[in-house]
Antibody
Framework: QVQLVQSGAEVKKPGASVKVSCKAS????????MHWVRQAPGQGPEWMGW????????RYAQNFQGRVTMTRDTSITTAYMELTSLRSDDTAVYYC???????????????????WGLGTMVTVSS | EIVLTQSPGTLSLSPGERATLSCRAS???????LAWYQQKPGQAPRLLIY???SRATGIPDRFSGSGSGTDFTLTISRLEPEDFAVYYC?????????FGQGTKVEIK
């Protein structure tokens, strides 16, 4: 079954860190990019960054530079997103979402997010 | 950064009616890399349309996308009860990937 299964809800204090996992199954793990998107209560989605699951290279949105790290473990087909120095406005549902991609003659073409995890609620509260 | 502005914020319609949702970009979207997602309460977004006009796998043909450059439209030809939800547009032609703020389609 093609799916992304995320880790469970977290409650953290301000200043702490959180690491969310996203286990992929049912498809070739490294044939896709993995993105992380968060959604604060009542708000639209906010893109955080992505990781090339084959190479491990990651790129982050400016808003999260220095606070976010995306990694993966290909042996267990799992991607991770760690966010540090948590603040109350980091309270949100965090999603992983895969992006199919195709590279032709060294040029890689973007695509939409065709599969999403169910989300992980992260609550930051003192 | 490309800013996507969706309108209207809320659309109140009855089942069977036609829904027209707009997404306007602050600059041209590269290669028309524009997607539409549907989100229901407590669920993750679901891909409906990619490349501005291509339906994703399993999406009914009452959903259609159109547009190019900076102006894009999602049309639902005849609303079914399960179509009442929030719809987001997203551009994936440049970094950072950005989303619109959403249009809620509610039952009138």
């Amino acid at each position: 079954q093609v799916q992304l299964v995320q880790s469970g809800a977290e409650v953290k204090k301000p200043g702490a860190s959180v690491k969310v996992s996203c286990k992929a199954s049912g498809y070739p793990f490294t044939a896709y990019f993995m993105h992380w998107v968060r959604q604060a209560p009542g708000q639209g989605p906010e893109w955080m960054g992505w990781i090339d699951l084959k190479s491990g290279a990651a790129r982050y949105a400016q808003n999260f530079q220095g606070r976010v790290t995306m990694t993966r473990d290909t042996s267990i087909t799992t991607a991770y997103m760690e966010l540090t120095s948590l603040r109350s406005d980091d309270t949100a549902v965090y999603y992983c979402a895969r992006e199919p991609y195709e590279c032709i003659n060294g040029v890689c073409y973007s695509d939409a997010f065709d599969l999403w995890g169910l989300g992980t609620m992260v609550t930051v509260s003192s | 950064e490309i800013v996507l502005t969706q309108s209207p914020g809320t659309l109140s319609l009855s089942p069977g009616e036609r829904a027209t949702l707009s997404c306007r970009a602050s600059q041209s979207v590269s290669s028309n890399y524009l997607a539409w997602y549907q989100q229901k309460p407590g669920q993750a977004p679901r891909l409906l349309i990619y490349g501005a006009s291509s339906r994703a796998t399993g999406i009914p043909d009452r959903f259609s996308g159109s547009g190019s450059g900076t102006d894009f439209t999602l049309t639902i030809s005849r609303l079914e009860p399960e179509d009442f939800a929030v719809y987001y547009c997203q551009q994936y032609g440049s970094s950072p990937r950005t989303f619109g703020q959403g249009t809620k389609v509610e039952i009138k």
